[in-house]
């Protein structure tokens, strides 16, 4: 269950997405990557789930070695609805940056400042069936919630999984794509809005 919602007690885990995970080790800058893909989580319309705005960053952690490297720990947990008011949307987004230090590259010519170091993100995703919640407080619709999930909102709930299987999809090509990474596209990709600031080391110029 998100740590967000310990409250609530009916949130299903979307059974058929296995949790997310992307890795990179190399030169990149963390600030612009956490800048690109938070403007790619409002750009789809994910937000925090008290406040309706981007303030969905509910841990920060981060330990400098005596070396001056950090170790950084994020958690990110926006929502979003399904475009249907009994149905919504979770995301849990885990941030692990291990030995993050400054370092100066030479690109297109120009010193630039960056960042090298590792970053992982996991990602779980999660569906909330409203409804559920209002009928289990009525003593006689809490007896036809399973009916009425399986011979009414069956194929809305398959449509909203489909739906949300798609963006996670969506965003781990993003990711990939900022990182230079490579991925199995069966479309031609348009480039990206968010110029990617990684050099990875086998992409010498």
Not at 38 to 50: C, N, T
Not at 133 to 155: A, G, M, S, V
Not at 172 to 201: C, D, G, H, V
């Amino acid at each position: 269950m998100p740590a967000h919602l310990d409250n609530k007690k009916l949130i299903s885990l979307f059974p058929e997405f296995q949790p997310m995970r992307v890795k990179y080790k190399d030169v990149f800058n963390l600030k612009a990557f956490y800048e690109a893909l938070r403007e790619w989580l409002v750009e789809h319309e994910w937000k925090d789930l008290e406040d309706g705005f981007d303030h969905w960053e509910t841990f920060y952690g981060e330990r400098i070695s005596q070396g001056g490297s950090r170790e950084i720990w994020m958690q990110w947990r926006p929502t979003k609805n399904a475009g249907n008011p009994q149905i919504q949307y979770y995301v849990d987004i885990d941030w692990h940056c291990i030995g993050v230090s400054s370092t100066e590259i030479v690109h297109n010519g120009k010193k630039i400042k960056t960042n090298k170091g590792e970053v992982e993100l996991n990602v779980r995703v999660y569906i909330e069936k409203k409804y559920e919640e209002d009928w289990k407080k009525n003593w006689f619709l809490k007896h036809f919630i399973k009916l009425f999930t399986n011979r009414i909102y069956n194929q809305t709930i398959e449509l909203a999984e489909k739906e949300l299987y798609q963006e996670i999809y969506a965003m781990q090509n993003f990711i990939k794509q900022w990182f230079k990474m490579k991925r199995y596209l069966p479309y031609e990709e348009t480039k990206s809005f968010f110029p990617s600031e990684a050099y990875p080391s086998h992409m010498k110029e």
